[in-house]
């Protein structure tokens, strides 16, 4: 049944731009000749949206240029013609996507510092600057009236028709695989959280650049095939304003789903069309996509959102009746999941001269005036789990933080398995085996539960390892959507991850926040199980007692950003300054 719903995954894409290319084949000699001109210009602009459904729609990142980066493939595509380089078309076309995914990444830069509306400044401020350029410059060609030449096969507009919808499918085949590769999931995480980006090992400078490239490098094949169809390109057609209408209808459509890109690019000709029949001036096109855009963002929503989410609600109540029959079948298989994660008779013994795998020296953070953690060490023994806890605004967190490497300007050592790491960024202390968890949600709602999962692994995963370990922390299965997943559970998940990418450390923030008490006994009891059989060891934060009882070996008490106890779990818990400054004598002594 697995395999046979793999397989289907696998081909259904392959079927269907099988399917897109006969579509394509049948429209190019059964529409009539003006439909045909509008429908290459449907193509194109489908292009362009789905390249802004990569950096706005999946990476989140503002980006009102697109037709700037239309314009750099169009121009390279009539430079070359004018030069009659040799190649023909196909390979000025790709010539004038790679120029313009080279723009890309030049634009993307300021994306690494910027965000929301001075980004949109900076892109938008690129569009009008190379709209006034073009305008002086003008296009090869232009002047002395050179016309590209279509490749020789599609010469005709019916052949190029059919050329665009071939472009348009490979297009949209290598952004479906990218999606599901590790980058794709990388601009997903990143539009969410970039902090949690950072903590899983990814670049967040590698996830918005490529997106950037990715984007603009589509961008450029739109431009380069409106060349083909015009045959002179003017730099009307890649207008700043016609940037930042194709933006709005790329929100509005929700263009990182392929499906809505192309029905983006569809609508982006069809309602100048109809205003121009109903004697509208097509200006007035502008106007509807901006009504629309601003109805989708009011509503946080957008077209393929909603369309999807009627969809998965009808097919949510017909799965309904199945997954109770399924649910006595479940448990069985948790219970075989619990023991997959029993710990094996062969698990190794740590060494008894193993030295410490995390230890913190001396380490200190100041905000302005306030001092909030003073010279704060510790050091945690290999497949232990260490509690870290104290009152509220302790510190624990701003330890974390710091250990993590997300307060860099902080004073001390931090040593990961003896190996200094105090220098390193977040991402590359996460690569060397530290990895984190946050009190805030930092689970990308975009991806399954299995895309989230490989991402934050970083490595190769079996389905079977993969299910086990969701199952033994009461997940979901691989193939839910994360958005349907309430937070509680996707923090459950983001542990999973985290364990299944086997760090040296892992520090959990406060992991069981939004479950039950019982629950949060159960996810204890779990928890114990982790260290020996991924040889981890565990700092937890955490404000449930008993769950620390459960699961803590060792203890280290915060107050006021300072050590005030440290050793063992029974010891600290009846140390009377603890009892005195954290909680009180009858807390403790339940
Ligand atoms: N970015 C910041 N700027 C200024 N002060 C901060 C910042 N972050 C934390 N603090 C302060 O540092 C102190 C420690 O905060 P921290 O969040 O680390 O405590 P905590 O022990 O994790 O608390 P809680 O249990 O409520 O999460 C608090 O006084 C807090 O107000």
């Not at 910027?114 to 938008?124: D, E, K, M, Q």
């Not at 304003?241 to 789903?257: E, H």
């Not at 299965?477 to 309430?486: G, W």
């Amino acid at each position: 049944m697995l395999l046979a719903n793999r397989r289907v995954r696998t081909l259904a894409p392959i079927a269907i731009a099988v399917l897109a290319l006969v579509l394509g084949w049948a429209l190019s000699v059964g529409l009539s000749g003006y439909v045909v001109y509008l429908a290459i210009s449907m193509v194109t602009a489908s292009i362009a949206v789905l390249g802004l459904g990569v950096v706005t729609g999946s990476a989140g990142i503002i980006a009102l240029c697109q037709l700037t980066f239309g314009a750099i493939g169009a121009w390279v595509v009539a430079w070359l013609n004018v030069q009659e380089a040799p190649g023909g078309f196909i390979v000025w076309l790709i010539a004038g996507g790679l120029v313009a995914g080279l723009a890309g990444i030049l634009i993307g830069l300021p994306a690494l510092r910027l965000r929301g509306v001075n980004l949109a400044v900076v892109t938008l401020g690129f569009a009008a600057a190379f709209d006034v350029m073009l305008v002086q410059t003008q296009f090869p060609g232009q002047t002395d009236g050179v016309s590209v030449e279509r490749p020789a096969l599609f010469s005709s507009d019916r052949e190029y028709f059919f050329f665009c919808a071939i472009v348009l499918v490979v297009c949209a085949l290598g952004v479906f695989l990218l999606q599901r590769s590790r980058i794709g999931s990388s601009w997903k995480a990143v539009a969410f959280s970039e902090r949690g980006t950072a903590a899983v090992g990814q670049s967040v400078r590698l996830a918005k650049l490529s997106a950037f490239a990715v984007s603009a490098a589509l961008g450029g094949v739109s431009g380069g095939l409106l060349a083909g169809q015009v045959g002179i390109p003017y730099a009307s057609s890649f207008t700043p304003i016609q940037s930042l209408a194709l933006y709005i209808l790329a929100v509005m459509s929700g263009a990182y789903l392929i499906d809505m890109a192309i029905f983006g690019g569809i609508l982006w000709v069809l309602v100048p069309e109809l205003l121009k029949r109903w004697g509208v001036p097509q200006d007035w096109g502008f106007v509807v996509f901006g009504l629309l855009g601003i109805q989708a963002l009011t509503s946080g929503s957008n077209l393929g959102e909603a369309i999807r989410g009627a969809f998965r609600t009808r097919v949510k109540r017909r799965q309904a009746a199945i997954v109770a029959a399924a649910a006595a079948a479940t448990e069985d298989a948790t219970t075989t999941a619990l023991d997959a994660f029993a710990v094996p008779e062969a698990a190794l013994p740590v060494p008894a001269d193993a030295g410490p795998v995390l230890e913190v020296r001396g380490l200190g953070v100041e905000f302005g005036a306030l001092k909030a953690l003073s010279e704060v060490s510790l050091a945690v023994q290999p497949r232990t789990i260490m509690g870290l806890i104290g009152p509220n605004g302790a510190g624990k967190s701003t330890f974390v933080d710091a250990v993590s490497g997300f307060l860099p300007q902080h004073t001390g050592t931090v040593l990961l398995d003896g190996e200094d790491i105090t220098q390193l960024v977040p991402a590359a202390r996460a690569r060397r085996g530290l990895r984190r968890t946050f009190q805030q949600d930092r689970v990308p709602p975009q991806l399954t539960v299995e895309a989230y999962v490989r991402f934050v692994a970083r490595r190769r995963l079996d389905h079977d390892e993969l299910a086990e370990a969701l199952a033994f922390l009461g997940c979901p299965p691989p193939e839910e959507h994360l958005s349907n997943v309430d937070v509680g559970t996707r923090r459950l998940i983001e542990v999973a991850a985290a364990v299944l990418s086997g760090p040296k450390v892992l520090i959990l923030d406060e992991p069981a926040a939004g479950l039950s008490h019982e629950e949060h006994l159960q996810f204890g009891q779990r928890l114990t199980r982790i260290p020996s059989r991924f040889d981890t060891a565990i700092v937890i934060i955490e404000h449930d007692l008993d769950l620390v009882r459960t699961v803590c070996t060792e203890i280290t008490v915060l107050d006021f950003g300072r050590v005030l106890a440290q050793g063992q779990q029974q010891e600290v818990l009846e140390n009377p300054a603890v009892i005195a400054a954290y909680m009180g004598d009858a807390e403790l002594g339940s």
